[in-house]
Each structure stands twice: as structure tokens, then as C-alpha cells.
């Protein structure tokens, strides 16, 4: 065992390198002509030659020396996130025979993702990993603060290999930490990234799989509205995959429960609302379906919804921004409200331009107000600068 572990150890350092080895990480302020919406982080190909293919063979290579292997969901897990998982599963185990491959959600699943997960016909994953660990896999987040502090911990101090497979803006603190790291900013989705690891391995998509990621692609694009070129070949790669759009609506189609129902009237009932230039920012706190909530203000007329309620973790806040806010102010809510409020009130962050979440420590008050003041110094910049 101790043989196994030494060459386990040294397989994590000698692959400590990332998609930056092979992509310049530039920002889209520096360039003079940018899409409107685009994301602000993009990764710009220095060489013909294709790096998900690299990196997959590293990830292969690290999970035959452990032979097992987790891959991680984040807190209160996806559609993205869950059926990346699924068919990212199914892929090991079919380029690294003998893998004990696991899923693991520490933070839960949400109600829709749960719906969703039983119309395909897959099974609900474990909360917390049965026994070792192998190498850890995060999926649909780079960052280790979704795991929870005591598993974050876990990882950290042992030798446990880590691996990133994520689109959202990479995370600072994580710079040093990950032996393999397929991170694609431009992409819709996790599972656009997961879809074309299957073709660069040469492996065909089970129909299950193809529609789990089709869904889970169709609801990260908020239904194809946030899609590019790129995203409809993958699309159609997966419905010639067995996948049916059809049928994705309705694998979906959870009914909002009353309990949903309630939450969001409760949010819209104790509503604050700040000015900012043009822009309305309102603020709220439930107990429950905050995400929900968040998503649900936006359509009443905000530009931009913060919503947080009181969890087992402390404090957790979602954000949530209509696309005229970001194109206008190029305010990215993840990179620039997010991630540093979460280093700053004790806990972390992450996301999207229009949609992200921090869980930290205090109070609910103190954390939506320190959004509320960071946005509007935002917001005031933004019109400087414009």
C-alpha cells in the first residue's frame, strides 16, 4: 500500500499543470472589440493542439494508479453539475477499466435537479464519499469551499489528487492546488465540456447520458438563449446520440411546490429596494428556495436580486442580474461581487456574470448589505468609465 500511495503522490506532482500551460487567460476588457454578454474571462488557443485530449489522458493515468476515484458535485447541485457527473462517470469507467468511480454531493441536490435525475432513471447520489476519497473530482465549480469546510480540509492536508472539470471564472484561491484542470470559461456548460471529452476520447454517449446532458445544457443556456454556435454542434452531436429535445421539457417539468410557491411571495413580500443610477437593486431573505426567489425578482422589474436565508453552513446568498445589467456595466457577478465577498466575510464564492452564490459566515443582514454597497461602487464606476 505504501508503494501504491508514493506512486500515487508523485503521478499528482508530476501533473501539476492546467488549460494555462496551453491557452493565454486574457480579459475581454483589454480587447477593443467584444460581443455584448460575452464572459470576461476567455481562454485563447496558443497552439493547434487539442488540450482536453492531454489533459484527459492525465486524468485517466491518475485515476488506473488510484483506482478509485469521486467526482464532487456542488452545494445544492444542478442539472450542469449532477449529469456532468453521471455521464463524466460513465466516461472514466469506460477509459480506465478497474475504476471504482463515485459520485458524491456534500451540499445536497436541488428539488428540480432531483425531478429531473428520477425521470432519467438515474440513481440519487450519496451525500458524503463512502471511505476513500482516490483521486477528487470537482465538477461544475473550482472551488473547494462548495464541499464544506471539513471535506475541503480533508483534501487539502492529504495527498489526494484533484482535478477540476468547470466553465465558471476561474477561482484565485485554487491556483497551485490542482493537478489536472479542464476549465473552459466560453463554454455554456459543464456538460458541453463533459459532451466534448467524449468525442476527443472516442467513446459514444449512452442515450441516457446524451439526454442528462442535453438538459442540463438545455437549462444552463437558460433554454438555448445563452447558447453559441459551438453549443448547437454539441447539441446536435447528442441528438444524433439518441438524445430527443423533444422530450427535454418534459423531463424537467417539476411542479412548483406550494412550499416554492410560498417562498417566493415571502421574498417579493419583504422586498428592499436600492437605486443605483438606472439600475433597481433589490435585496430579501427566506428561510428556504432562495434560488428560486432570486430568479423570480427579476422578471417584477429588478436588474439586479440578492436573496439570503440563514443554512446549516451560515449564511448563503444567491445573486442574480438580467443580461442589460452586464452588458451595460460589465459587472460579472461571480469575479466581481462574489468571489471576493465570500473571501471577505469568511466563506466563498462563485459563478456566472448574471448568476452566482457565496456561502459565508455572520449575519444575512450583514451579508446582503455588504452586496449592496459593493454593487452600487460598482455601479458608480461603471458610469465613470462609461
Excluded at 447541485?77 to 455521464?87: E, K, N, R, V, Y
Aim: hydrophobic letters at 40%; charged letters at 25%.
Amino acid at each position: 500500500m505504501g508503494g501504491r500511495r508514493n506512486v500515487l503522490r508523485n503521478a499528482s506532482r508530476n501533473h501539476k499543470r492546467s488549460f494555462r500551460n496551453v491557452f493565454v487567460h486574457r480579459d475581454l476588457q483589454q480587447q477593443e472589440a467584444s460581443l455584448p454578454g460575452t464572459r470576461k474571462s476567455v481562454l485563447i488557443s496558443t497552439t493547434t493542439q487539442i488540450p482536453q485530449e492531454k489533459h484527459l489522458r492525465e486524468i485517466v493515468k491518475l485515476a488506473k494508479v488510484s483506482r478509485i476515484l469521486t467526482l464532487f458535485c456542488h452545494q445544492n447541485a444542478d442539472p450542469d453539475s449532477l449529469c456532468s457527473a453521471f455521464a463524466l462517470k460513465s466516461l472514466i469507467e469506460k477509459t480506465a477499466p478497474g475504476t471504482e468511480v463515485r459520485i458524491a454531493s456534500p451540499g445536497g441536490i436541488s428539488a428540480p435537479t432531483k425531478y429531473l435525475i428520477r425521470n432519467l432513471g438515474l440513481a440519487i447520489p450519496e451525500k458524503k464519499p463512502l471511505n476513500k476519497i482516490g483521486v477528487a473530482v470537482l465538477v461544475d465549480t473550482n472551488n473547494l469551499g462548495q464541499l464544506g469546510a471539513e471535506l475541503s480540509r480533508e483534501i487539502i492536508e492529504s495527498s489526494t489528487p484533484l482535478v477540476v472539470v468547470d466553465h465558471h471564472h476561474e477561482h484565485p484561491e485554487m491556483k497551485g492546488r490542482i493537478s489536472v484542470e479542464i476549465i473552459d470559461s466560453t463554454s455554456s456548460s459543464t456538460a458541453e465540456i463533459v459532451a466534448q471529452l467524449y468525442e476527443i476520447a472516442g467513446v459514444s454517449v449512452e442515450e441516457k447520458l446524451a439526454e442528462a446532458l442535453l438538459a442540463a445544457i438545455f437549462v444552463e443556456t437558460r433554454y438555448f438563449t445563452l447558447a453559441t454556435q459551438r453549443t448547437f454542434e454539441n447539441v446536435a452531436k447528442l441528438a444524433s446520440a439518441g438524445a430527443d429535445p423533444k422530450k427535454i421539457p418534459i423531463l424537467l417539468v417539476a411542479p412548483t411546490t406550494r412550499s416554492e410557491r410560498i417562498a417566493r411571495l415571502k421574498a417579493a413580500q419583504r422586498l428592499k429596494v436600492e437605486i443605483a443610477g438606472d439600475w433597481l437593486l433589490v435585496s430579501t431573505e427566506v428561510g428556504s428556495y432562495q434560488s428560486s426567489a432570486a430568479r423570480a425578482l427579476l422578471p417584477l422589474g429588478a436588474d439586479v436580486s440578492m436573496v439570503g436565508g440563514k443554512v446549516k453552513a451560515g449564511v448563503r446568498v444567491n445573486l442574480r442580474s438580467t443580461q442589460k445589467f452586464h452588458r451595460s456595466t460589465g459587472i460579472h457577478l461571480a469575479r466581481d461581487v462574489a468571489i471576493p465577498l465570500g473571501k471577505e466575510l469568511g466563506g466563498s464564492g462563485g459563478g456566472h456574470p448574471t448568476a452566482a452564490g457565496l456561502m459565508v459566515k455572520g449575519t444575512v443582514d450583514e451579508a446582503l448589505d455588504t452586496c449592496i454597497r459593493l454593487l452600487k461602487t460598482l455601479t458608480d464606476k461603471a458610469k465613470v468609465q462609461a
